[in-house]
Nanobody, 124 residues
Framework: QVRLVESGGGLVQAGGSLRLSCAAS????????MGWFRQAPGKEREFVAG????????HYEDSMQGRFTISRDNAENTVSLQMNSLKPEDTAVYYC?????????????????WGQGTQVTVSS
């Protein structure tokens, strides 16, 4: 059974940082892309960042470029999202996800597995 378990969310002041982690288990992800999406109340789920499991190639939503960094640790089977210079508009539930390649990064329907989400709240 595939499991993606997020951790690291919480409450932070604007300008602060958080690091989210996703522990992946239950299958081999070598031909998969791992991603982070987020969903704020009343809004659609949106792409944040993605990384290919094997090569470590990364892709970011434009508004997150330069503030967020995605990485993976193949030995530990984890994917992380370092978030710096956080803004109140970054407040959302953040989801870890995995999809078989090839896929379109922003297409939420192409991702096969999802975690339960972790809440990130940025206060002004």
């Amino acid at each position: 059974q595939v499991r993606l378990v997020e951790s690291g969310g919480g409450l932070v002041q604007a300008g602060g940082s958080l690091r989210l982690s996703c522990a992946a288990s239950g299958r081999t992800f070598s031909n998969y892309a791992m991603g982070w999406f987020r969903q704020a109340p009343g809004k659609e789920r949106e792409f944040v960042a993605g990384i290919t499991w094997s090569e470590g190639n990364t892709h970011y939503e434009d508004s997150m470029q330069g503030r967020f960094t995605i990485s993976r640790d193949n030995a530990e089977n984890t994917v992380s999202l370092q978030m710096n210079s956080l803004k109140p508009e970054d407040t959302a539930v953040y989801y870890c996800t995995a999809g078989a390649r090839p896929l379109t990064w922003r297409n939420v329907r192409q991702y096969e597995y999802w975690g339960q989400g972790t809440q990130v709240t940025v206060s002004s």
